[in-house]
């Protein structure tokens, strides 16, 4: 997903790997569990239970790191249960004052983040920086909002009224996906931490590192020891995590049915949930459209963090009187776009998450043109000049004749793939764009004003977009419909989900009872 302010914010970072002298000379703490304010040594110590990191770039060990059992779970949660006391009776000017103390430090470690963020990730530096602004606009955002908290009052007979309150939940609980990780860690800890409750985070277990790193900020920053904390692994980690009977509250961000499993998990607490998951939208391009604006939607919707983007418009829908003008350019632009180490600065598609991704997708694509789709540009396997970089890299690929039963057309490829149908009339492709079970995002670009909001009516998709594309804005909600998700992240309706509403009755008069 896309920041807007792209230029305004971009800064320049030292760049390449290895001569970044900014960030602790590339070298990474030992521990990864940050527990009551600190980096903690594992408890339980198992050499069975070491995870190893790569780095995509390179397919390098990154770190290793212990898998969080049972005991180290539950330390975390007793921390976050012991610290939310004095957290939730804070003010909400108080909590949000050190929200903001947060967010400058991040701003004055930005490049050290999005160096460990690329390194973690294998996405482009230059997203990598955008990446650090979504945490630290959510902080921001959130901070500000914290003393805004607040219930209604209800007048009734006689005087007397009743008020409620929006009250914390208590301890939640954080699972992230690989794609985004401070982003997730930012967009999670924020609102909970607003909202007075306490927070444990479990990042992907393939992209551990910016998350504890936001612990310390936050620590320095002056929150409470236990207010936030992070433990590490893998789905059994985050099934601890849902089934603890001290969190009341799970936010994920993953797959459909991983998120599925969370729920479940999460059921049997009847604990509350958030679920952001995956998607397959479309987007519906118009003749009347700007073309040149349309491809660059395309290309937003596509080609961000390797096509590894849960709202990307994987189906491109093209009014087949302009497919050949639209898909000349899309083609032309795609085919410029670098691909190779993700610490250049003019790198546009980095390292893919890892081999079985690249392999997942490979194996897409290689259905796609069995079923008969015709590969435009790219979806190659790319070695870059740099021995170093022994990672998987694709180029990014616009696939056409497509039809909407292919495999890669209906399914989630998670990779810089982009499939483009032809339509011809407005009520046939608002037919398709609907025909799936996600339901996270969609778009259109016309220059018909009452086409657009018609079309976006109709369309079953929790985030919409007109004449753009995957840009986001911590102000606005974000989430889906269908099987994309339950609940909102962003926006004043966040508060919602991180509070539970509390009534109270207030008698000015005597008790009427009838006995
Ligand atoms: P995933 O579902 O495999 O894993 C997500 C997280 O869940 C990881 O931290 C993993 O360790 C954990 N996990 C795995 N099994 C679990 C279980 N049984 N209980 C609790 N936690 C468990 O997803 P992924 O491969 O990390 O990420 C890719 C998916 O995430 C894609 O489907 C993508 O669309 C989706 N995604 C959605 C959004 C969104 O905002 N809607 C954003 C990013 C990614």
Known sequence: MWLQQVVVRGVQIAGRRGVCTTVSNGKLPLHFNYI????????????????????????DL???????????VNRAVQSAKEAFTEWSQLTGLQRGRIMQRAAQIIKDRQEEFAYWETRDTGKPIYEARMDIWTA???????SGLAPTIAGQHV????????????????VCAGIGAWNYPIQMAG???????????????????????????????????????????????????????CEHSDVAKVSFTGSVPTGSKVMAAAAGGIKTVTLELGGKSPLIVFADANLDNAVGGAMLGNFLSQGEVCSNA??????????????????????????????????????MIHQDQADKVMTYLDGAKKEGAVVACGGELVTPDDPRLKG?????????????????VREEVFGPVVSILGFDTEEEVIQRANNTEFGLAG???????????????????GTCYINNFNIIDVAVPFGGFKKSGLGRENGLVTVEYYTQVKTVYVEMGDVDAPF
């Not at 040594?41 to 390179?58: G, H, R």
């Not at 007048?155 to 208590?170: D, I, Q």
């Not at 259109?444 to 109709?458: E, K, S, W, Y």
């Open 36 to 59: 009551n304010g600190e980096r903690v040594s594992p408890l339980n110590p198992d050499p069975t239970q070491i995870m190893k990191v790569l780095e995509p770039a390179t397919g």
């Open 62 to 72: 990154l770190i290793e790191l212990q898998t969080s059992g049972p005991d180290e």
């Open 136 to 142: 630290i606009d959510a902080i921001e955002y959130f």
């Open 155 to 170: 007048p009734l007979a006689n005087g007397s009224f009743a008020y409620t309150k929006k009250e914390p939940l208590g």
């Open 187 to 241: 967009w999670k800890s924020a609102p909970a931490l607003a909202c007075g409750n306490t927070f444990v985070f479990k990042p992907s277990q393939f992209t551990p590192i910016t998350a504890v790193m936001l612990g310390e900020v936050y620590t320095e920053a002056g929150l409470p020891h236990g207010c936030y904390n992070v433990v590490q692994g893998a789905g059994e980690t985050g099934t601890l995590l």
């Open 314 to 351: 994987t189906r491109v829908f093209v009014e087949n009187s302009v497919m050949d003008q639209f898909l000349a350019r899309l083609v032309e632009r795609t085919g410029r776009m670098k691909v190779g180490d993700p610490m250049d600065d003019d790198t546009r598609v980095g390292a």
């Open 392 to 408: 998987c890299y694709i180029s990014p690929c616009v696939l056409t004749n497509c039809h909407d039963d292919m495999t890669v």
């Open 443 to 461: 778009g259109v670009f016309t220059n018909d004003l009452t086409r657009a909001h018609r079309v976006i009516a109709q369309m079953q998709a």
